[in-house]
């Protein structure tokens, strides 16, 4: 009897790509295309101006490369960044930080409880009001 073929699980517990797909787009998590979802309702309700996904932002020195997950335009004209958090790794920690130095706008990190999303940590840019 052939041996039925076990599939890997993702380390940090990814979903299938299945069930991360909206709009056409694949994304790096479930918790992020929901956010997307909520994102792309927010614009149709003129809630939001837009939203760019995956911009990316040199921090310090072009070398220094992140990628947060959105930029968020507010209908008032503010916008922040959005990091979705998930797995905490040593990498993200790390852009956390050079943000807090470098980066020019609010960075939030947004975590999923429930079926809602909650701010846990808002990381002020350079060029923030706060």
Not at 71 to 100: C, D, H, M, P
Request: charged letters at 25%; hydrophobic letters at 35%.
């Amino acid at each position: 009897m052939p041996k039925a073929k076990r599939t890997r699980k993702n380390k940090y517990g990814v979903s299938d790509p299945g069930e991360r797909r909206f709009n056409g787009r694949t994304y790096h998590s479930k918790t992020e295309m929901l956010y997307a979802r909520e994102l792309f309702h927010m614009r149709q309700a003129d809630l939001i101006q837009d939203f760019v996904e995956q911009p990316q932002v040199a921090l310090g020195i072009p070398e220094n490369k992140y990628r947060p997950d959105f930029l968020v335009i507010q209908a008032e004209g503010q916008a922040f960044y959005v990091e979705i958090s998930g797995y905490i790794t040593a990498q993200k920690r790390r852009n956390l930080k050079l943000w807090a130095s470098y980066g020019w706008l609010d960075l939030c990190v947004v975590k999923r409880i429930g079926d809602k999303f909650v701010t846990t940590e808002v990381v002020h840019g350079q060029n923030s009001l706060s």
